[in-house]
């Protein structure tokens, strides 16, 4: 009897054992990581403790800059500036509907609200704190506007967010450096790839650059950058502040960049057929500096007014051989690789 007692006791103390240490197991499992940045240690070179007690570093937010992934259908194409102009407008085709990066927290912001116009000078903001960190630079949001045609909603909203706006359309008469009630301020001068008082039909044009040393704004970032013009040619100066981008370096402080994209026809003409190549070249040169296109808007609104089921596709029939056709694409990138204000990007 005593030897069956005892038998008995001891069992329980095993079972006791197995439970406290299966409890442990299951503690250890899920408290690891807590345990770990309490206990922890960093060691010197000399392998000695130097910071007792000190937490797990927290891994970082930023995301990782997503591959270019060619679209299939472009593969088959002959390389850029050595195809037909068949071939040249397939390649932008594909390049403009396949998004590269995918913005989980967006805004889309200003813009005519009445069809058929409904929507169009709207642009979209990625407010990711990767690509919208406000007050990153302990300042407002610093935005660029270019090419207004007296529509400020856009500029009014991104006002309306805290951001210091700066609106620039030297085609229009309102007076130059007029504050709107927003606080947006608006500039009587164009885009352009030289500095000149009486330049592009005789209005004042300056370089991006030169803008941002007139305006005091070379120790910060250019937070958002956006560019809807018009020569009346049914071309626009985003090839223009593009080409600057890259040959300044000032795509690297700039944080998101949305245009509007001018295509013009016939792509038969050696003019449009060049501007078409040259487009597409430096929409793949931002990508190069760590851009990524993450929205892209059809612009057919004037069409739609005489014809509510006109789309791109229409356009594309049409543009290799016929006068007059335009296709514009309201498009945006963030940049994944912002490295410094502007003047430090410029003294590089």
Same mark, same amino acid.
């Given at each position: 009897?005593?030897?069956?007692?005892?038998?008995?006791?001891?069992?329980?103390?095993?079972?006791?054992?197995?439970?406290?240490?299966?409890?442990?197991?299951?503690?250890?499992?899920?408290?690891?990581?807590?345990?770990?940045?309490?206990?922890?240690?960093?060691?010197?070179?000399?392998?000695?403790?130097?910071?007792?007690?000190?937490?797990?570093?927290?891994?970082?937010?930023?995301?990782?800059?997503?591959?270019?992934?060619?679209?299939?259908?472009?593969?088959?194409?002959?390389?850029?500036?050595?195809?037909?102009?068949?071939?040249?407008?397939?390649?932008?085709?594909?390049?403009?509907?396949?998004?590269?990066?995918?913005?989980?927290?967006?805004?889309?912001?200003?813009?005519?609200?009445?069809?058929?116009?409904?929507?169009?000078?709207?642009?979209?903001?990625?407010?990711?704190?990767?690509?919208?960190?406000?007050?990153?630079?302990?300042?407002?949001?610093?935005?660029?506007?270019?090419?207004?045609?007296?529509?400020?909603?856009?500029?009014?909203?991104?006002?309306?967010?805290?951001?210091?706006?700066?609106?620039?359309?030297?085609?229009?008469?309102?007076?130059?450096?007029?504050?709107?009630?927003?606080? #947006?301020?608006?500039?009587? %001068?164009? &885009?352009?790839? /030289?500095?000149?008082?009486?330049? @592009?039909?005789?209005?004042?044009?300056?370089?991006?650059?030169?803008?941002?040393?007139e305006l005091g704004h070379e120790d910060r970032h250019l937070d958002f950058l956006k560019v809807d013009t018009d020569r009346g040619d049914g071309t626009g100066?985003?090839?223009?502040?593009?080409?600057?981008?890259?040959?300044?370096?000032?795509?690297?402080?700039?944080?998101?960049?949305?245009?509007?994209?001018?295509?013009?026809?016939p792509l038969t003409q050696k003019k449009h057929l060049k501007r078409c190549r040259l487009l597409y070249r430096q929409m793949r040169a931002l990508n190069d500096?760590?851009?990524?296109l993450y929205n892209t808007t059809d612009n057919v609104r004037t069409k739609t007014k005489v014809n509510k089921d006109y789309t791109q596709r229409i356009n594309?029939?049409?543009? #290799?051989?016929?006068?007059? %056709?335009? &296709?514009?694409? /309201?498009?945006?990138?963030?940049? @994944?690789?912002?490295?410094?204000?502007?003047?430090?990007?410029?003294?590089?």
């Amino acid at each position: 009897m005593r030897q069956m007692v005892k038998n008995c006791n001891a069992k329980i103390v095993s079972l006791i054992i197995i439970c406290v240490c299966f409890a442990i197991s299951v503690f250890l499992m899920l408290y690891w990581d807590q345990i770990y940045g309490m206990w922890s240690f960093c060691k010197t070179d000399d392998n000695t403790s130097a910071c007792k007690n000190s937490k797990k570093p927290v891994p970082s937010a930023m995301k990782p800059i997503p591959p270019i992934l060619e679209p299939l259908a472009n593969k088959e194409l002959k390389p850029p500036g050595e195809a037909s102009p068949e071939e040249e407008l397939e390649r932008i085709w594909n390049y403009m509907y396949q998004r590269q990066y995918h913005c989980t927290e967006s805004k889309y912001l200003g813009g005519k609200t009445r069809r058929p116009f409904k929507g169009d000078g709207a642009y979209d903001l990625c407010v990711e704190k990767q690509f919208w960190p406000q007050g990153g630079d302990k300042v407002k949001c610093l935005v660029y506007s270019f090419g207004i045609n007296n529509d400020f909603s856009f500029d009014d909203a991104m006002a309306k967010l805290g951001c210091e706006v700066h609106s620039f359309d030297p085609s229009m008469t309102l007076a130059d450096n007029s504050i709107r009630n927003t606080g #947006v301020i608006f500039h009587k %001068v164009g &885009i352009s790839n /030289e500095d000149n008082d009486s330049g @592009f039909n005789g209005w004042k044009m300056r370089t991006l650059k030169t803008l941002i040393k007139e305006l005091g704004h070379e120790d910060r970032h250019l937070d958002f950058l956006k560019v809807d013009t018009d020569r009346g040619d049914g071309t626009g100066f985003e090839d223009v502040i593009m080409q600057e981008l890259f040959e300044t370096g000032l795509y690297k402080c700039v944080r998101q960049f949305s245009f509007e994209l001018h295509m013009p026809g016939p792509l038969t003409q050696k003019k449009h057929l060049k501007r078409c190549r040259l487009l597409y070249r430096q929409m793949r040169a931002l990508n190069d500096g760590g851009w990524r296109l993450y929205n892209t808007t059809d612009n057919v609104r004037t069409k739609t007014k005489v014809n509510k089921d006109y789309t791109q596709r229409i356009n594309k029939k049409k543009i #290799v051989n016929e006068t007059g %056709v335009v &296709i514009l694409w /309201e498009s945006s990138f963030v940049n @994944f690789e912002v490295t410094g204000t502007c003047k430090e990007v410029l003294s590089r």
